[in-house]
């Protein structure tokens, strides 16, 4: 059979709770421009999370990746950190990173890659609300 490429992704869901703030700004500027996500005590979200992984499938197993083990990286790295946590204070990724759903999408990505294999491509998509959505390419 001819190599052909394919996506698979696994599809997760974690709560946590987040602040944006910028410490280099004023208060008012920062309520300016984050609104009510700059409330001082914190607002939870509902995240669905999207890891795709594509790659040519192996010939013995027929797999681009076995989801079982992507599902396992995903818990123990992702999951078991963020979920139910409060991201600004509880997750030491974001101590100094504001963990708007970009840089979240990025966080994530920068700790999966390491553990994919470098012939696989790997792109996030993080869900902060059903309508409010981004996409890290990976690339
Ligand atoms: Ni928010």
Known sequence: MEKYKTAVVRREHFNA????????????KNKEVFGKCNNEHFHGH???LEVKVIGFCNPETGYVIDTKVLSKYIQKEILDVFDHRNLNMDVSYFKHINPTTENVAR????????LI???LELKIKLYETER???EY???
């Open 132 to 134: 409010n959505f981004v």
């Open 107 to 114: 966080v994530i990505f920068e700790i999966l890659r390491p």
């Open 46 to 48: 509902n995240y669905d």
């Open 17 to 28: 709770a987040h602040r944006l703030h910028n410490a280099n700004w004023s208060d008012e």
């Open 117 to 119: 294999s470098n012939e």
């Open 137 to 139: 390419p990976g690339e």
